[in-house]
């Protein structure tokens, strides 16, 4: 069992800059492939950002490519979005997500893919 925390949201200007952060425990943190996810109210969750066990191989959604960076920390059990360029459309709540993928060092970007999710923080982009 893992269980993920993330944190970082808030709210913030268009144009700005936000860190999300998931922390992971329970389990060994470089076992797992993590993916960020978002859904805006009325929307489905969509993919955001992936990242392979190793860090080593990385994929981002069309919609936040050249803006939005996933990495992660396997000392620290973290895995982080960075988030620049801010618009009011990537307005929603992020979740981390982490699935088991030791034997493979790649990345996933289905949800159904994942095995674990944290319970959220929410980012507010105004205008």
């Known amino acids: 069992q893992v269980q993920l925390v993330e944190s970082g949201g808030g709210l913030v200007q268009a144009g700005g800059s936000l860190r999300l952060s998931c922390a992971a425990s329970?389990?060994?943190?470089?076992?797992?492939?993590m993916g960020w996810f978002r859904q805006a109210p009325g929307k489905e969750r969509e993919v955001v950002a992936a990242?392979?066990?190793?860090?080593?191989?990385?994929w981002h959604a069309n919609s936040v490519k050249g803006r939005f960076t996933i990495s992660r920390d396997n000392a620290k059990n973290t895995v982080y979005l960075q988030m620049n360029s801010l618009k009011p459309e990537d307005t929603a709540v992020y979740y981390c997500?982490?699935?088991?993928?030791?034997?493979?060092?790649?990345?996933?970007?289905?949800?159904?893919?994942?095995?674990?999710w944290g319970q959220g923080t929410q980012v507010t982009v105004s205008s």
């Open positions: 997500a982490a699935k088991e993928g030791r034997s493979s060092d790649t990345f996933y970007s289905a949800p159904r893919h994942y095995d674990y």
């Open positions: 329970g389990r060994t943190f470089s076992d797992y492939a």
């Open positions: 990242i392979s066990w190793s860090g080593g191989i990385t």
